[in-house]
């Protein structure tokens, strides 16, 4: 079986978008996690090499990575991984506020299996 006909018969869930207090930005976050992601997640958020602090950051951010699918700000888009990471990276202490609540929120509603940053 090809790689198109594959993808055609998979289910996708519709991505759910979440908006800033401020109304100025807009997150959508995909509506599944694999459950290879998930496991990679849980080893992230357990990390004992690194500390809680640290593991929490980089949890955060691997769920951004995962499930970010769009990310307008001001009427700027931005949708490419790389530039979603980048725009993550150098992102405001408000806008990361913004990113984790988003994510908990999302993580509740969509995957309550799946322990929140």
Do not use: C, N
């Not at 519709?14 to 849980?42: F, N």
Request: aromatic share 8%; no cysteine.
């Amino acid at each position: 079986m090809g790689r198109r006909a594959r993808e055609r018969g998979r289910v996708k869930a519709p991505p759910s978008e979440y908006r800033s207090a401020g109304e100025e930005g807009v997150l959508t976050l995909r509506g599944a996690l694999t459950p290879a992601t998930r496991r990679e997640y849980a080893a992230v958020l357990h990390d004992q090499g690194r500390s809680t602090e640290d593991s929490w950051q980089r949890a955060v951010e691997f769920l951004f990575e995962r499930l970010a699918v769009r990310w307008e700000i001001d009427g700027v888009p931005a949708e490419d991984q790389r530039e979603l990471l980048g725009r993550f990276r150098l992102a405001t202490q408000d806008e990361r506020r913004f990113v984790r609540d988003a994510l908990r929120e999302h993580l509740a509603e969509h995957f309550p299996d799946v322990q929140a940053p």
